[in-house]
């Protein structure tokens, strides 16, 4: 079958070729692909800036439908239009996966990063991390179920808004529409800011009822905020997001830069900011994402932008780059 992948180790190398469609173990299934999201981690992969493991297909945002069950999968699988949890396989004995957090078992194993992943026709996951969603959801719209998640361990596990917060949101991306949306699900009265090149996410921001700013165009209200969540990995989007905060107030780190950066380091000291982070998700993350939607406390069709073919990647993964929309998914159909 065809699939996007990345063939080697560097920056590129990516393409779209023939792939093997790989054997389902016991507990695991096979889901036919009817969506996957392109993350800002597949673009990180593409520039060599994320560990990985090629030869493998890429893409680990998926909605797909339960095609094939592995020995010892419960029957009623069969059939199912579902979302799925990322990790193809952890240790489960180290403390983190003990402690409930398998995103931090150093043996942890993802679709889309170290085995064949959802850019494909097919994909083989774990029968264990399979949701399902409501059926008025489109299959473009539920793969957004995945970084949604990412959201909901940022933000809610424990969390970090409470009722009245002033939140800023730094990087008006899927991700940080995303945080925005967590954020006023919790209380919060939110802000998104994103830099002048963002002017069709910030509409989208708008459009969705949150106040918007650019950087460099907007004042910033320095140290007017309860909470800032930095979503854009840049090295001047932390630096606002640092100063935004109140002297004893939270910046919550969710974007990645891919490599070192400079920010204004002794504002943490100088304010006594509660830093805190998150990488990927948990189950508990997961449940929690799929409540949000099935209470229509978050809005994921607005941010589709464009669903195209697997041919078609390269000009997802450009657009996805250069930000013209929100979210590029692609389908293998």
Same mark, same amino acid.
């Given at each position: 079958m065809l699939g996007v992948a990345k063939l080697a180790a560097?920056?590129?190398?990516?393409?779209?070729?023939?792939?093997?469609?790989?054997?389902?173990?016991?507990g695991y299934v096979r889901l036919e692909v009817?969506?996957?999201?392109?993350? =800002? *981690?597949?673009?990180?992969?593409?520039?060599?800036?994320?560990?990985? &493991? /090629?030869?493998m297909t890429m893409g680990h945002e998926v909605c797909g439908t339960v095609a094939e069950l592995g020995e010892g999968v419960d029957g009623a699988w069969r059939g199912e239009r579902v979302v799925s949890e990322t990790y193809y396989a952890t240790c489960g004995v180290c403390d983190p996966c003990r402690d409930g957090q398998p995103n931090l078992c150093?043996?942890?194993?993802?679709? =889309? *990063?170290?085995?064949?992943?959802?850019?494909?026709?097919?994909?083989? &996951? /774990?029968?264990?991390?399979?949701?399902?969603?409501?059926?008025?959801?489109?299959d473009a719209a539920a793969s957004m179920t995945e970084p949604l998640a990412c959201c909901c361990q940022a933000l809610l596990d424990p969390p970090q808004v409470n009722p009245g917060d002033r939140v800023l949101v730094v990087g008006p991306g899927a991700i940080g529409l995303l945080a925005a949306q967590v954020a006023r699900a919790s209380g919060g009265r939110v802000e998104v800011r994103g830099a002048p090149s963002d002017g069709a996410r910030l509409a989208m921001a708008d459009r969705l009822g949150f106040l918007t700013s650019i950087a460099g165009a907007d004042r910033l209200d320095e140290a007017g905020y309860d909470v800032a969540v930095d979503c854009s990995g840049a090295a001047a989007g932390i630096a606002d997001a640092m100063r935004a905060v109140r002297r004893a107030g939270t910046l919550v780190q969710i974007g990645l830069?891919?490599?070192?950066?400079?920010v204004p380091y002794d504002l943490l000291c100088l304010k006594e900011l509660r830093v805190t982070t998150s990488l990927a998700t948990t189950p508990a993350a997961w449940r929690r994402a799929t409540r949000l939607i099935a209470d229509g406390a978050v809005a994921l069709e607005p941010l589709v932008s464009e669903v195209v073919a697997l041919r078609d990647f390269r000009h997802a993964f450009d657009a996805s780059r250069a930000g013209e929309g929100v979210k590029f998914v692609l389908d293998p159909r």
């Open positions: 560097g920056v590129g190398h990516i393409d779209l070729v023939e792939r093997a469609e790989a054997a389902i173990p016991p009817r969506a996957a999201g392109i993350c =800002g *981690t597949d673009l990180h992969i593409e520039a060599g800036e994320w560990r990985c &493991v /090629p030869p150093v043996d942890r194993q993802s679709i =889309g *990063t170290h085995v064949d992943g959802a850019f494909a026709p097919t994909v083989v &996951v /774990p029968a264990h991390g399979l949701h399902r969603l409501p059926g008025d959801l489109s830069a891919g490599k070192d950066v400079t």
